[in-house]
């Protein structure tokens, strides 16, 4: 059994803790707000982000972020992207030397442009930073149901470390050496996932899906290896897994998100009826400052960004990339 402090007690935080307590684990669970432990403590469930799953009594709740650092096996950092600096400068002080910290947030830094594990690198130097991604919704993880992911980490026995002790007969976990990789598949699905919406959001079809899918994991490949990512990565769980379950599922907030604004919300309309963070908004621009250091197109990226923040409508940009300029499909290909 492991001793394990889970950082953040909202959908994803609350079915890993699920997981792992019906792993044999002990587990303490992190929130800043003290109505969100209060109502965890009272109901054992997180009744806006994740209703249906109860929680096992062995797992305990804490407002003292020393409570569930201090002394743990492992931490997973499961705070939304935007607040991953923040809370891994407040760990840094109590984190051991050595520590595994587990992330298993998606996003990319606006600012900086660095994936989150880079980030919990620079805040605390002397943790053993892995990730955990993959096609997961947190609704049907913590039913449950059959899911497998990919752990990464620099070195083989922390991934394997993380395997061991996620692996359960519904949760299948593989390793990667690819941290890099896996994070970039993961932030960046988000953003594609919000194109996916928007064409339904418009009415679009199957047809519309499926091209905005295959093109959109083109992108985030040509990108993830420009910056050193490997191409198998993004043909896996973390890159093409990921994708199509956020461009196709309605658990996806991303895709609901999209969806709104594809009806004509705005970005800022659309973020507060989903009333969760909206990982692909806050990556999005990212992407685009990415894409401009590598000299990387990235043409539905770029839409998304329009439509965001720009005030693009969304037909106008499905149809700017309909009519772009003719292309061969796979650009290194040779006529016989």
């Known amino acids: ?81 935007p607040f991953t600096r923040s809370t891994a400068r407040r760990m840094k002080e109590l984190a051991a030397p050595g520590q595994i910290v587990v992330n298993v947030a998606k996003g990319i830094e606006e600012g900086t442009l660095m994936t989150l594990s880079q980030i919990i690198e620079e805040e605390i130097p002397q943790a053993d930073v892995a990730v955990l991604s993959g096609p997961s919704h947190a609704e049907e993880v913590g039913k449950g149901l059959p899911t497998t992911i990919v752990a990464g980490a620099r070195s083989r026995s922390t991934a394997e470390y993380v395997q061991n002790l996620f692996m359960s007969p519904v949760f299948r976990v593989y390793t990667s050496p690819d941290v890099l990789g896996i994070e970039l598949g993961a932030a960046l699905k988000n953003v594609v996932a919000l194109a ?48 199509i379950v956020t461009c196709a599922s309605m658990h996806s907030r991303n895709r609901r998100a999209g969806i709104l ?59 700017d990339l309909m009519l772009r300029d003719k292309k061969i499909e796979i650009s290194d290909t040779e006529w016989s």
């Open 1 to 81: 059994m492991a001793k394990i402090g889970m950082i953040g007690a909202g959908s994803w935080g609350s079915a890993l803790s699920w997981l792992l307590a019906n792993n044999g684990h002990s587990v303490t669970v992190w929130s800043a707000l003290a109505d969100e432990i209060g109502m965890l403590r009272e109901c054992r469930e997180q009744k806006s982000k994740l209703p249906g799953v109860i929680l096992p009594e062995s797992v305990l709740f804490t407002t003292e972020l020393r409570e569930a650092v201090e002394g743990m096996d492992l931490l997973v950092l499961a705070v939304p992207s």
């Open 196 to 243: 996916a919406g928007i064409a339904d959001g418009l009415g679009y079809g199957d047809n519309t899906k499926a091209a905005l899918i295959t093109r959109g994991i083109t992108e985030i490949a040509r990108l993830g290896t420009a910056m050193g990512g490997r191409f198998e990565t993004f043909c896996g769980l973390s890159g093409i897994g990921d994708l």
């Open 261 to 319: 604004i594809g009806k004509g919300y705005s970005m800022e309309e659309a973020m507060k009826e989903v009333q969760m963070v909206v990982e692909g908004v806050y990556s999005a621009k990212a992407a685009m400052g990415l894409a401009e250091k590598y000299g990387i197109q990235l043409p539905i990226i770029e839409q998304v960004n329009e439509v965001l923040f720009c005030g693009k409508p969304a037909a106008d940009a499905v149809k």
